[in-house]
T-cell receptor
């Protein structure tokens, strides 16, 4: 089983809709979780951290489900500019410096 | 604000040639990383460094070497290039590993023919 798994998509979603996707991780001891965004042919950039209690940043909500070992990202009122690949990132355990990236979920917002 | 700077942005190599991808950061970050990203795939860690003079292997180190003589620079050396090394290479840095916030360079697109 891969350390971090994501549905590659593509998710084609109409503008204004709500979309959510998940990322599963295999190591139950994993401590820290993040969502990165990568635009086509660009470098990844941090979108948001994922906290145990869940967190929001504007239209974006990230949640962690430790029992089922997955994190989720929900985007409300999607914009054309949200079109990108969303990468799930996991730090396997506390003090580990090797961030593990998922393969990414590709999202396209349709006008 | 330069951030993380990678050179070259594009390069074509012949099989068996060698080259060095340069990476420098001006944020005084201790942690630096080299990743490769194949088409439609996630990022795979090649090597990383937690400070000057300290390097360690990542998930896919074979065929590569690194050095970290200064805090700012973290060059990646490809010896005897092979077609399997055709990829986009990203250098990144972070203040602490646990923060999860990596600052990436713009990437170096390498083709080995």
């Amino acid at each position: 089983r891969k350390e971090v798994e994501q549905d590659p998509g593509p998710f084609n979603v109409p503008e204004g809709a709500t979309v959510a996707f998940n990322c599963t991780y295999s190591n139950s001891a994993s401590q820290s979780f993040f969502w990165y965004r990568q635009d086509c042919r660009k470098e990844p950039k941090l979108l948001m951290s994922v906290y145990s209690s869940g967190n929001e940043d504007g239209r974006f909500t990230a949640q962690l489900n430790r029992a089922s070992q997955y994190i989720s990202l929900l985007i409300r009122d999607s914009k054309l500019s949200d079109s990108a690949t969303y990468l799930c990132v996991v730090i396997p355990y506390f003090g580990n410096e090797k961030l593990t990236f998922g393969t990414g979920t590709r999202l396209t917002i349709i006008p | 604000n330069a951030g993380v700077t990678q050179t070259p942005k594009f390069r074509i190599l012949k099989i068996g040639q060698s080259m060095t991808l340069q990476c420098t950061q001006d944020m005084n970050h201790n942690y630096m990383y080299w990743y490769r990203q194949d088409p439609g795939m996630g990022l795979k860690l090649i090597y990383y460094s937690v400070g000057a003079g300290i390097t360690d292997k990542g998930e896919v180190p074979n065929g590569y070497n690194v050095s970290r003589s200064t805090t700012e620079d973290f060059p990646l050396r490809l010896e005897l290039a092979a077609p399997s090394q055709t990829s986009v290479y990203f250098c990144a840095s972070s203040l602490t590993g646990a923060s999860g916030e990596l600052f990436f360079g713009e990437g170096s697109r390498l083709t080995v023919l």
